[in-house]
């Protein structure tokens, strides 16, 4: 079974400061995907950033990148000049290849403080 | 991407009712999914619903309590019967895009139970 940790259930930043957020996985699987998303007081969960298990490069998207150790298992984002509208629940996500059931972490509750 | 709508948006049942939620598309997906999120929790899923198949439940969910339709490739519901102050969450449907191995949700709909 595969299982998403995340370790810091509540963090904050001031604004324009950067931040990590943590994510460690288990799995025996050697193909697979993950995501963090961000879930605002809203609740419209919203995908930030995607990351293929065979690319070995760190995915990225404008303010936010991971760092993704594959053999350590573990999936952080860090986002980049923070901005009140991070203020959100982000959440680690995995996802096998051979299937399309995600596996959510418990989540973790950003705060960007002005 | 995607667009997805969910009705009700939110809605408070008595105990013992069923109530359905409907969940929209704006283009044709084949894998839809159904979660529900506790509150302060993560987000578990359901079930997933293929068109022009029965519905796979996960461990912990039966199609008595939580019968799901998928009549066409845009749109799916989810019935949650005899509820009880335990069924009070958020529901949420997704949807899984093959090409990027992507799942994009919908606003949710909350759920109170008294």
């Known amino acids: 079974a595969q299982t998403v940790t995340q370790s810091q259930p509540e963090m904050s930043v001031q604004e324009a400061e950067t931040v990590t957020l943590s994510c460690t996985y288990d799995t025996s699987e050697n193909n697979y995907y993950l995501f963090w998303y961000k879930q605002p007081p809203s609740r419209q969960m919203i995908l930030v950033i995607r990351?293929?298990?065979?690319?070995?490069q760190n995915a990225t998207e404008n303010r936010f990148s991971v760092n993704f150790q594959k053999a350590a298992k573990s999936f952080s984002l860090k986002i980049s000049d923070s901005q009140l509208g991070d203020t959100a629940m982000y959440f680690c996500?995995?996802?096998?290849?051979?299937?399309?059931?995600?596996?959510f972490g418990t989540g973790t509750s950003l705060t960007v403080i002005p | 991407s995607a667009v997805i709508s969910q009705k009700p948006s939110r809605d408070i049942c008595q105990r013992g009712t069923s109530l359905t939620i409907q969940c929209q598309v704006d283009?044709?997906?084949?894998?839809m999914f159904w979660y529900r999120q506790q509150p302060g929790q993560s987000l578990t899923l359901i079930a997933t619903a293929n068109q022009g198949s029965e519905a796979t439940y996960e461990s912990g969910f039966v199609i008595d309590k939580f019968p799901i339709s998928r009549p066409n490739l845009t749109f799916s519901t989810l019935t949650v019967s005899n509820m009880s102050p335990e069924d009070s969450s958020i529901y949420l449907c997704s949807v899984g895009v093959t090409a990027s191995y992507e799942q994009y949700f919908g606003p949710g709909t909350r759920l109170t139970v008294t």
């Open positions: 283009s044709q997906v084949t894998m």
């Open positions: 990351q293929e298990a065979y690319k070995q």
């Open positions: 996500a995995f996802m096998k290849d051979t299937g399309n059931q995600f596996y």
